[in-house]
């Protein structure tokens, strides 16, 4: 069940949620008195003076602008306006905002309106340490945030209560969903995903990253049905959001349990790219700070690209781009083939034109003493289906001593031949003095598909790709004989 986090407050959390939704979002009543707050009236007057009422320019605080706007208001929109910033404010971490801060926030709101703020539950610690990350835009643009509740509200309380009941209780989630996401800005808002966890906490996961929710469907949606997955580049939210419950569910039958969570292992490391982002950063650095050494310099090929959706299209018929000329003419990743043949991985080049183009860089300084090349899965499922699991990744490094002779600013790096070592720069053969496969991932990181009759350990594929690829380095001082030689011909 989604309502498990794995930590024990969640319980306190989801408990003023719940009465917050009991009280407040489907009835008109208050979280923190026993008066009617929460009525259409007092929710249209604090929207006329927060929306249509902006005050400009950084030089203020949300808090000391929020506070000349209700100026004037009546003492029961005041306390709404209190009651709707602990609603924002419940869901951050305690290490983005503290219990102690959220307090404070919510107290000298209510306060505004001459009364001091009663002892609830519902306030306590355990009840304001959230329950995940909100991000940066949630913290800083809570001008947004607030406003985009004010509109939700303001639409839900004007409906009939009829079709609020109807949208409460059938097909549940997915209908209040519908309706929630044609409310302008919604797939701009976080709170947008606060809102609908709190309301749903049952169904919906606690990620309000629309980036995280991207990243988990391209990363799993291999384990749904064909006609179970979201379509398109960039389909809609609330795509996403059924696309990981069913995810969910498969994971409960998977590991017999509900207390599961999308940011715990065992789940977390098969969609979190962030792991493999911080292994390549580490690893960069700290090739940069050897080569620094020699007066050289590291050369990543596709390291601005974070996903291979901000490269050329791929084709999952072929395991490959989808215009492999216009992809290989600068590629930014080395896609592979993996396959399980009987109970054994293989790694293979895929039989397309280009393959062994493996990466180009900026070797116009004369200065390139490494390059790394990302490489990708395309792990084949069944016959012209292939699944590209950008989770998983290695690098594939080469270095030059000498520096490599100065190139352009996208020279290739071509016809790599996985079984002899051999690689092309500039039309010629390039020798290296040191080349290495580099995992980015734990070894027991497993991808799993229906169509597969075992999961595939990130161990088994290193071994395959290490098996794939030979790399053949000179010596450094044969190297630099032949870079004599060359120069001394060209003469």
Not at 93 to 110: D, F, G, L, N, Y
Not at 276 to 293: H, M
Not at 304 to 322: A, H, M, N, Q, R
Request: glycine share 6%.
């Amino acid at each position: 069940m989604s309502r498990w986090i794995g930590e024990d407050h969640i319980g306190a959390v989801l408990g003023a949620s719940d009465a917050w939704r009991a009280r407040c979002f489907l009835a008109d009543g208050s979280l923190f008195s026993d008066e009617a707050v929460w009525t259409l009236d007092n929710i249209q007057d604090l929207k006329e003076r927060f929306l249509g009422n902006p005050i400009e320019g950084t030089e203020r605080t949300f808090f000391e602008k929020l506070r000349e706007q209700l100026e004037d208001a009546p003492n029961q929109v005041i306390r709404l306006a209190a009651e709707m910033v602990w609603l924002l404010v419940l869901f951050p971490i305690a290490r983005a905002t503290r219990p102690e801060t959220k307090r404070a926030q919510i107290k000298e709101v209510w306060e505004w309106s001459g009364t001091d703020l009663p002892e609830t539950p519902f306030l306590s610690n355990d009840a304001l340490k959230g329950v995940g990350h909100p991000g940066t835009a949630y913290l800083t643009r809570r001008y947004e945030q607030f406003g985009f509740i004010l509109e939700v509200i303001t639409k839900w309380k004007a409906l009939p209560s009829a079709e609020r009941n109807e949208l409460m209780a059938t097909d549940v989630p997915w209908r209040f969903i519908a309706w929630l996401d044609d409310i302008e800005n919604a797939d701009r808002r976080p709170v947008r995903n606060a809102i609908l966890y709190f309301l749903f906490p049952g169904h919906l996961e606690r990620n309000l990253s629309n980036d995280h929710r991207r990243q988990i469907v391209d990363a799993l949606k291999h384990r749904l049905p064909e006609e179970r997955r979201p379509r398109g580049r960039n389909p809609p939210l609330r795509e996403l959001d059924h696309a990981i419950s069913d995810l969910r569910r498969g994971f409960e039958e998977e590991f017999g349990t509900k207390e599961l969570d999308f940011y715990r292992p065992p789940i977390h490391a098969q969609w979190f790219t962030g792991i493999r982002d911080k292994a390549r950063t580490a690893i960069g650095a700290e090739l940069k700070r050897v080569l620094s050494a020699y007066d050289l310099e590291l050369r990543q090929c596709g390291s601005k690209k974070k996903t291979l959706k901000s490269c050329k299209p791929v084709d999952e018929t072929t395991g490959f781009w989808g215009n492999p000329a216009d992809a290989t003419n600068k590629p930014l990743r080395w896609l592979l083939h993996l396959e399980l043949d009987e109970d054994r991985v293989i790694a293979r080049v895929p039989d397309q034109h280009g393959a062994r183009r493996i990466a180009f860089a900026n070797t116009a300084q004369g200065t390139s003493g490494a390059i790394t090349t990302r490489i990708v899965p395309a792990i084949k499922l069944q016959e012209n289906k292939f699944v590209f699991y950008e989770t998983w990744e290695w690098l594939l490094l080469h270095c030059f001593l000498p520096a490599l002779p100065a190139g352009s600013s996208g020279q290739l790096f071509d016809e790599f031949d996985e079984t002899t070592g051999k690689l092309n720069y500039m039309g010629r053969g390039q020798d290296y003095v040191a080349a290495g496969l580099i995992t980015l991932q734990e070894d027991d990181n497993e991808f799993v598909a229906a169509e597969l009759p075992r999961g595939i350990k990130y161990s088994e594929a290193t071994e395959a790709i290490a098996a794939l690829i030979h790399v053949a380095p000179a010596h450094p001082a044969s190297t630099a004989r032949r870079e004599e030689g060359l120069q001394g011909d060209a003469g």
